[in-house]
C-alpha cells in the first residue's frame, strides 16, 4: 500500500510539472501577442502591462527550476522520468526567454508610436510575429501530445521565419537609407523583429527538447538556417545619394 502511495505522489510530481510548463507556454504566447498588438496600435498602456506581466513567467521558470531539483534529490529518476524533469527545466527557460523577448518589444513601443511608419511595415512585423507564433503554438501542442513524427516539420519551417525576418530587415534598411529621420524607429523596428525571429529559434530549440524527451535520441545538431541579414549590403547607387 506505502510502495503504491509512493509511485501515485511521484506521478502526480511529473504531472505538475507537465502542466506547470503547458501553463508557461500558453502565458507566453499570449504575451508576445499582446506586444505585437501594442506595437502596431502604438498602445503604450498595453505595452505597460506586457512588461509587468514578464514576471510572472520569471516566476514560473523558478518555480520549475525548483521542483525539479527537489524531485531529483528525492526521487532520483533515470531514463524517461530524468529526461522529463530535464525537458521541463530546458523548456521553461526558454520560454522565459521568450518572455523576455516580448517584453523587449513592449519596451520599444513609445519610441516607434513617436515617428509613425508605413502601414507596410507594421504589416510585415505582424506576419513574421503570426509565423513565430504559430511554430510556438504547434510544439506546446507536441508537447502535450508528444506527437515527434512532427517535430521535424516543425524545426524545418524555422526556415520561413529565418526568411522572412531578412527580407523585412532589408526593407527597413531601405527606408532609413531614403529618408535620416527614419533611422531612430526603423531601428527600433529592427530590433523588433530580431526578437521575434529569436522567438523561432526558441520554439525550434523546444521541440528539440521534446524529441529527446520522448525519443532519448538527440536530434542532429545542424539545423536549417535561412537569416541572410548578415549578408544585406547598402546598393550603391543609394548610398552615393
Known amino acids: 500500500m506505502q510502495s503504491h502511495h509512493i509511485v501515485s505522489a511521484y506521478d502526480d510530481e511529473l ?15 499570449r504575451l508576445v501577442d499582446q506586444a505585437i498588438a ?3 496600435n502604438a498602445d503604450a498602456a498595453l505595452a505597460k ?9 520569471d516566476e514560473a521558470q523558478r518555480e520549475i527550476d525548483d521542483k525539479s531539483i527537489v524531485l531529483i534529490a528525492k526521487r ?10 530535464i ?41 513574421l510575429a503570426e509565423l513565430a507564433l504559430t511554430q510556438l503554438k504547434e510544439v506546446l501542442d ?18 520561413q521565419i529565418d526568411a522572412m525576418y531578412t527580407s523585412l530587415f532589408r526593407e527597413l534598411l531601405t527606408y532609413m537609407m531614403e529618408d535620416p529621420r527614419n533611422i531612430t524607429p ?30 532519448g535520441d538527440q536530434m542532429p545538431i ?8 548578415d549578408k544585406v549590403v547598402m546598393p550603391v547607387e543609394i548610398a552615393a545619394k
Open 38 to 40: 501594442a506595437l502596431v
Open 186 to 215: 526603423c531601428t527600433h523596428l529592427l530590433f523588433c523583429a530580431k526578437n521575434i525571429e529569436r522567438i523561432g529559434d526558441h520554439a525550434t530549440n523546444i521541440a528539440e527538447t521534446i524529441y529527446y524527451v520522448v525519443t
Open 76 to 85: 532520483q529518476p533515470v531514463a524517461g522520468d530524468l529526461r522529463e524533469i
Open 222 to 229: 545542424d539545423r536549417p538556417k535561412e537569416d541572410k541579414t
Open 87 to 127: 525537458g521541463a527545466i530546458r523548456i521553461s527557460a526558454d520560454l522565459e526567454r521568450v518572455g523576455d523577448l516580448g517584453k523587449n518589444v513592449a519596451k520599444r513601443v513609445v519610441a516607434v508610436s513617436e515617428g509613425r511608419q508605413p502601414v507596410s511595415l507594421f504589416r510585415g512585423l505582424q506576419a
Open 142 to 159: 507536441v508537447y502535450a501530445s508528444r506527437s515527434v513524427e512532427r517535430i521535424e516539420f516543425v524545426r524545418a519551417r524555422d526556415n
Open 15 to 29: 504531472k505538475y510539472l507537465t502542466r506547470k510548463v503547458a501553463a508557461m507556454g500558453g502565458q507566453a504566447e
Open 49 to 57: 502591462k506586457v512588461i509587468a506581466d514578464d514576471t510572472i513567467l
